[in-house]
């Protein structure tokens, strides 16, 4: 193409490059993207000066909709469109089907949002079958400075227009119509609900795109919209009280046909204005919900009360205004002082009685509701008072709702206090039948851990372990080495009675996971469960040779061999199998107990590990095989003696009884021990002989001499001659009988005013259970406190996401 002045015999030659083809963001058209390369050419041909510009061409598609052929329409724009070649043909079918499926989606959710029962004309507003036309907009925005009907059909005339997306870019560049609506809304919304409900439609179709919100806030339309709802629902407690009124002035005069008939009257009209109402609200929340994308608006709309407006609609009626509601508190939900304003406004109350309802959107709103405040343990409380476990276990069986309800039963299952409220209803069963269901494949995560949180209540594990569950569950455990499947049945043996009695059946399939080939993880529940057997005559020694279980429980004592939680459950079954005296003296003979000694000053910083261990000298010290070994041919009394005044209670208790036994059989430990407990218990005491001593052999109130030496000497101070005392005074210790550490250990020394009441501790009571190691035959010398095993309960706690 030539396109030189005359008599210049230069020519410029144009060539298109990199054409692309993609859809129009707005509008129902592709957009081709192409290059042009410009070159001017001399006289002899040679290229002199180039240029390239990039250029867009819009190809509307009028007639697509949802029955329009795209592989023919996709032809027929490949031919007519020069720039587009065959080979993109492929591409641009794709293309117009995205287009197809977008136009249907973005019609769905128009009439979703804005239905026709969201806008009909009320008033006598008519406009039958008159079409809206972009080329009007004038003419409309001149109805908006006429009387009240016309500034609703203008209105309504301008919202026909903006339903269409396609139409939003053209009504925005019109700041006069825009600016009109607005004025209108703020000047006349108390004058008619239909034109604030109609005008706030308009600008809600612009609030639907992020792209023109910034128009919204700029008019204010959100603030407006706040003050709107806040009238109304003023408006609405005032209708109330007024028809409550008449209703109560009926019943008082049943026999007044006048009252009925203004009664009745006043009913039919309070329906109609709480019809309109409710949809004026809704729109308003639309738009309201739209804005809150926006983190600084969102805050704004919480500084002028919203979560109470929200709260207070959730005893409307109406479910498409209840699901936008729900829905807008869901959003507000995640920020702690929304929560807080939930919690004070009752909202879990108010949210119980839609759960469950026949609105299947609205349900699910709810359900992510409840979801999200279930994390507060306040409002876990809350929701239990209110009904629903029950509720909420009933949506087990709707498929849909299943999984938004196993996760807020989880979390209501993780206070212990609540955990019992699951044995009355039917979600244990519907539980049970679920995990059967899941056969060979993985089961989901939330609904093992609600059923191993729910195992760890008594009442709870008697439900599940009905008829042949607890086969059926540890089969499957076995079978697929599941290690959550094994924690629930671990939960499950420990409680006492009928529920542990099961298990008796299964020791040796527990015992044959025991391996050092097995994930350690299954191991280590296996191990939890079978210490968890605290039957004196279950036969632990012929288990422990069976499987061959000693020499990897002693291996497994090394600090280091293996994860602590692993190592701790070893402890724990091995004070488990102490029971028996035959076990009791093999894990002797094996060396076992210098193990223990060692992991104890490897861990004793670790309160568990330490109460574990002191507990299986404590099981140890009935059997006379063990007693002997732990007594004369190690250190384990002096390191209990030791932990004896431990800031951890159970620790001191489960010292205080093994010490009692070891005194009650070694008269060398017996008096050490005596001694220790005085010296602790008289601590104050003891230092105030000193202090008199001292006083009276040099008169003065120094505790050591000029050469650095104490005057006592070396000794101890409970080896001193000056520590007791008797009717005539201080008296050696050599003069004192072995009846007076009878009587100080029988506790007769505080009968008698030897000693304050404030400084004997040990009382004696009853021996330990047999499931704690009392063996029948056994000769009952004295009473002993009972130990209590410390065992950290198991319970499982996995993060959802809100």
Same mark, same amino acid.
């Given at each position: ?9 230069? =020519? ?8 692309? !083809? ?124 006429? %009387? ?9 005339? $301008? ?24 004025? !209108? ?51 609405? %407690?005032?209708?109330? *009280? ?19 008939? *203004? ?68 959003? $507000? ?33 709810? =359900? ?116 959550? $499947? ?30 050092? %080939? ?24 012929? !288990? ?71 507990? !299986? ?88 001499? *000029? ?29 004192? #009988? ?20 404030? =400084? ?29 095993? #410390? ?12």
């Amino acid at each position: 193409m030539d396109s030189s002045p005359a008599g210049d015999r230069r =020519s410029v030659k144009r060539r298109v490059k990199g054409c692309t !083809v993609d859809v129009h963001p707005m509008e129902r058209a592709l957009v081709v993207q192409y290059e042009v390369e410009a070159t001017i050419l001399s006289e002899q041909g040679d290229p002199m000066i180039g240029e390239r510009k990039e250029c867009r061409k819009i190809i509307r598609l009028k007639s697509l909709d949802a029955d329009t052929d795209t592989a023919s329409l996709a032809q027929k724009v490949v031919e007519e469109c020069r720039l587009l070649h065959p080979s993109k043909l492929l591409e641009v079918e794709q293309l117009l089907f995205y287009l197809q499926n977008r136009k249907q989606s973005n019609e769905n959710q128009e009439k979703k949002r804005v239905s026709p029962q969201d806008f009909a004309p009320y008033a006598g507003v008519e406009l039958g079958d008159e079409e809206a036309n972009i080329n009007s907009i004038d003419e409309y925005v001149e109805l908006l400075y006429e %009387d009240v009907q016309e500034k609703i059909r203008g209105a309504t005339l $301008l919202f026909r227009l903006a339903r269409n997306p396609d139409n939003l870019e053209e009504l925005i560049q019109n700041e006069t119509a825009l600016g009109a609506l607005a004025r !209108v809304l703020r000047e006349d919304w108390k004058r008619s609900v239909d034109l604030a409900m109609t005008i706030i439609h308009v600008f809600f179709c612009f609030s639907s795109f992020s792209l023109f919100r910034d128009l919204v806030t700029h008019f204010k339309i959100g603030a407006l919209c706040m003050n709107i709802m806040e009238h109304e629902l003023k408006r609405y %407690d005032l209708w109330q *009280e007024e028809l409550q009124k008449k209703k109560k002035a009926c019943e008082e005069s049943p026999d007044s046909q006048n009252l009925r008939k *203004e009664h009745e009257k006043s009913w039919r009209k309070y329906q109609s204005l709480r019809t309109k109402q409710e949809q004026l609200l809704r729109v308003s929340l639309c738009l309201l919900l739209n804005l809150a994308e926006d983190s600084r608006t969102e805050q704004k709309m919480r500084n002028k009360h919203i979560v109470h407006m929200l709260v207070k609609m959730l005893e409307r009626e109406d479910e498409e205004l209840l699901l936008v509601v729900v829905s807008f508190l869901k959003k $507000l939900s995640i920020y702690l002082e929304n929560k807080d304003d939930m919690a004070e406004t009752f909202a879990v109350e108010k949210l119980a009685r839609l759960i469950p309802c026949e609105h299947e959107e609205l349900l699910s709103a709810a =359900s992510r509701l409840l979801l999200n405040l279930s994390f507060d343990a306040v409002l876990r409380g809350h929701m239990v008072r209110a009904g629903l476990v029950p509720k909420l276990s009933s949506l087990l069986a709707d498929e849909g709702q299943r999984r938004l309800s196993v996760r807020i039963l989880y979390h209501i299952s993780m206070d212990d206090a609540f955990k019992s409220r699951f044995a009355d209803t039917d979600c244990i069963p519907q539980l049970m039948e679920l995990v059967f269901d899941c056969r060979d494949e993985k089961m989901d995560v939330e609904l093992i851990s609600l059923c191993i949180n729910l195992a760890a209540n008594q009442s709870n594990a008697q439900v599940i372990c009905e008829g042949n569950c607890l086969e059926i569950l540890l089969k499957r455990a076995l079978k697929l080495k599941d290690v959550l $499947l094994m924690k629930m049945i671990r939960n499950l043996s420990q409680h006492s009675g009928a529920t542990k009695s099961l298990f008796l059946d299964h020791v040796d399939e527990l015992a044959a996971q025991i391996s050092e %080939d097995e994930d350690e993880e299954f191991v280590m529940e296996c191990l939890g469960t079978l210490a968890n057997l605290t039957f004196p005559d279950l036969g632990w020694a012929q !288990v422990l040779q069976k499987y061959d279980l000693v020499p990897y429980l002693k291996d497994r004592l090394r600090p280091g061999s293996a994860e602590d939680d692993l190592i701790l459950e070893v402890v724990i079954l091995i004070g488990t199998v102490s029971i028996s005296d035959s076990c009791a003296a093999m894990l002797a003979q094996s060396g076992i107990i210098p193990a223990l000694i060692e992991l104890l000053n490897a861990q004793q910083q670790d309160d568990e590990f330490v109460c574990q261990i002191v507990y !299986v000298f404590y099981q140890m010290v009935f059997h006379k095989a063990t007693r002997d070994v732990i007594v004369t041919d190690t250190q384990a009394p002096a390191y209990i003696i030791d932990l004896m005044h431990d800031k951890n209670a159970k620790i001191r208790k489960v010292c205080d009884d093994t010490l009692d036994i070891i005194a009650e059989y070694d008269e060398e430990w017996g008096r050490k021990i005596q001694t220790e407990k005085f010296r602790w218990y008289n601590g104050q005491w003891l230092e105030m002989v000193v202090n008199r001593h001292l006083e009276e052999a040099g008169g003065g109130a120094f505790l050591f001499r *000029e050469d650095g030496e104490s005057p006592l000497g070396d000794g101890d101070v409970l080896e001193r001659p000056v520590l007791f005392y008797s009717a005539d005074g201080i008296i050696g210790a050599d003069s004192i #009988s072995p009846e007076f550490y009878a009587d100080f250990h029988s506790g007769e020394l505080v009968q008698t005013g030897f000693l304050s009441s404030g =400084s004997a501790q040990f009382v004696p009571t009853d021996r330990p259970v047999s499931a704690y190691g009392f063996r029948p035959d056994e000769q009952s010398f004295c009473s002993f406190a009972a130990a209590s095993r #410390s065992s950290a309960k198991k319970q499982v706690n996995f993060g959802l996401s809100h």
